[in-house]
Every structure is written in C-alpha cells, then in structure tokens.
C-alpha cells in the first residue's frame, strides 16, 4: 500500500513538472518566432492575426474576419505617441480616398485609455473604425515593438505588408496598392 | 487573564484596520504606484518614466482628488488596461490559484522536511550495529584454543 502510494507520488511529481516544461518550452517557441512582422521579415505572407475588439468610434465590436474581401490598412497606435498625430489626418485622407474602391483602414489603439483615444479621434476628426485593444494583447501576435505600426492586410485576408513608425501619405499609398496586387 | 488577553487582541487589530481603511479611503499616489503596472514597459508604474505611465499617474492624481477610493482607481484602471495592470493578480476566480498555491506548496514542504527530518533521525538512532547473536559452540572452541595457546 505504501510503496504504491510512493510510485503514484512520483509519478505525479514527474508529470507536474513535465507540465511546467512543455509551458516553459511552448512560451520559449512562442517568443521566438516573433509574430506576424517577423514572418513577414522571412517573406511569408501568414494570415493576419484575427480580433474581435470593442469599437471606440460607436457601439458593438469589430472582427477583423468581417472584413474579407477587402484591403485593410491596421495601424497601431496610441493617444500618447506623438508620431500618431501626425499620422492620423494621412490615415483618414487614405480612408477617404481608397473607402469607395474596397479599402477599410482600422485604427488599433492599444495600451491607452478609451476617454484619451476618443479624444483623439475627436480632435484630429477620425471617420475610420477604431477599435481598442487596452491591455496590448495583440501586440505579440504581431511582433509589435512600438508605436505606431502599420499592416497591410490582403483582400484574402493574408497580410502583405508592415511598417514601423509614422508613415507618409506616400508610402501609404504604396502600401495599399502592394495589398491588392499582392 | 483571558479577557486581558482578548482586549488586547481586539487592540492590535483595531491598530492594524486603522491605517489599511485610511489607505482604501484617502489613497495616495505613492502606494497606488506600487501596486499598478506600466503596460509597455511591465514594471510598477513608481519604475517607469513612459509615456502611458505618466498618463496613468496623471488620471490617478485626478481621481484621488476627486475622492475616489483606492479599488475605485484600480478598477477604472482594469476597465481600460485589463487586469493585467494590477500588480498583484485580484483574489478571485482562476487568480484565486497564485494566492493559495504559494503558502500551500509551503506548508507541503515544511511537511516533507518534518516527515524526512524524523525518519532520518530515527534510522540515525538504529544504525548501531547490533551485537551477533551467542555461538556457544563457538565460544568453547575459543577458550579451548586459548587453553591450548597458555599452555
């Protein structure tokens, strides 16, 4: 009975740090790979990480899965980043530009407070959907390293490409033309 | 001596729920710095000098003066930063697990030790090896030998 009870010890005390290893081993590989931007660096072209966020310029949610079949311009950014103010009118002349040809920009605001964010939108007059991502949770899973940064998804959904820090009315162009002919 | 004894229990906790219920009520920025996490750069807020973080204390000397309370401020903050911006996770749900796991692992420990400590003294004490059992046969042949030797 004893020995018994000692084998079924062991073996539990085995299997408990076994467990603790495979976490340990699964977040090592996790970090390595260094999310979508990395894989676009090694010139894969993944499928962009999915979210379904709080809207912050209305009511309800927005799933980025809903929007297949267009272009997507997702810029990440935050209220207290000072590049982002001068992005945000290029992002809204792009949204106004390329809305009625199938692109949708979504403005990602992460690591923020809401209040601060709609203000921001309010000031700088932001028509695009904005959603909120408050604790930052996405940022892994894109290989974000500040603010702000931009992907550009594909009408398959595929990301086509990504830029980090402020970007010109320019490159944004670029960049969406790159995401359909992608 | 034990309504001594009680009043004198009842006294220290009354000392000891004075200060924690002024903390609640009138908090200020310095203890609430310790207890909230920077998001970009995942340290205590009383570490960071980020932008964020300046913000968060800039909200929070707004809401102490708007005589919020302690776990007020800290759940506006989980509103828009998620839980993870507590510095220690909230005692409840699947969190509940990093509060009790801890002092129970402990007192498993402190188990084994006391368990391995007393078995390892008890096998200390019968280690002695134990004298060989009498072999008179063995005994006479010994004393005839001597015998033999002497004479």
């Given amino acids: 009975m004893a020995v018994g009870l000692?084998?079924?010890?062991?073996?539990?005390?085995?299997?408990?740090?076994?467990?603790?290893?495979?976490?340990?081993?699964?977040?090592v590989v996790k970090d390595s790979e260094g999310g979508a931007s990395a894989a676009l660096r090694r010139g894969e072209h993944p499928v962009a990480p999915d979210f379904d966020l709080e809207r912050l310029d209305g009511a309800g949610r927005l799933d980025l899965e809903s929007l297949r079949g267009k272009a997507v311009v997702l810029n990440f950014w935050a209220s207290w980043c000072l590049p982002c103010k001068r992005e945000a009118p290029l992002l809204e002349a792009a949204w106004k530009r390329w809305r009625?040809?199938?692109?949708?920009?979504?403005?990602?605001d992460a690591n923020d407070f809401k209040s601060d964010a709609r203000r921001f939108a309010h000031r700088y007059d932001l028509s695009y959907p904005i959603v909120h991502d408050g604790p930052g949770r996405l940022l892994d899973d894109y290989g974000l390293t500040g603010f702000p940064e931009t992907f550009f998804v594909r009408p398959d959904g595929r990301l086509a490409s990504w830029s980090q820090g402020e970007l010109s009315a320019e490159e944004i162009e670029a960049g969406i033309r790159g995401a359909f002919s992608g | 001596v034990r309504g001594a004894r009680c009043v004198a229990v009842l006294a220290v906790?009354?000392?000891?729920?004075?200060p924690a219920a002024a903390s609640e009520s009138q908090p200020t920025l310095a203890e609430i710095e310790t207890e909230v996490v920077c998001p970009t750069c995942h340290t205590t807020l009383d570490q960071s000098s980020s932008?964020?973080?300046q913000r968060m204390r800039n909200f929070i000397r707004a809401r102490i003066a708007a005589g919020d309370t302690k776990s007020d401020i800290k759940q506006r903050l989980v509103e828009d930063f998620g839980e993870q911006v507590l510095a220690?996770?909230?005692?409840?749900?699947?969190?509940?697990?990093?509060?009790v796991i801890p002092p129970?692992?402990?007192?498993?420990?402190?188990?084994?030790?006391?368990?391995l400590a007393v078995r390892w003294s008890r096998g200390r004490g019968s280690t002695a090896p134990e004298p060989p059992a009498a072999d008179a046969a063995l005994d006479r042949r010994i004393d005839d030998?001597?015998?033999r030797l002497d004479s």
């Fill in chain 1, 6 to 27: 000692r084998r079924a010890g062991q073996v539990l005390a085995i299997g408990v740090v076994l467990a603790l290893l495979a976490v340990l081993l699964w977040r």
């Fill in chain 1, 100 to 108: 009625p040809k199938g692109v949708v920009v979504v403005g990602l």
């Fill in chain 2, 13 to 18: 906790a009354l000392v000891l729920a004075g």
């Fill in chain 2, 51 to 53: 932008p964020v973080a």
């Fill in chain 2, 88 to 99: 220690s996770p909230p005692k409840r749900g699947f969190n509940l697990l990093a509060w």
């Fill in chain 2, 104 to 115: 129970i692992a402990a007192l498993a420990g402190a188990l084994v030790l006391g368990v």
């Fill in chain 2, 145 to 147: 030998e001597l015998a």
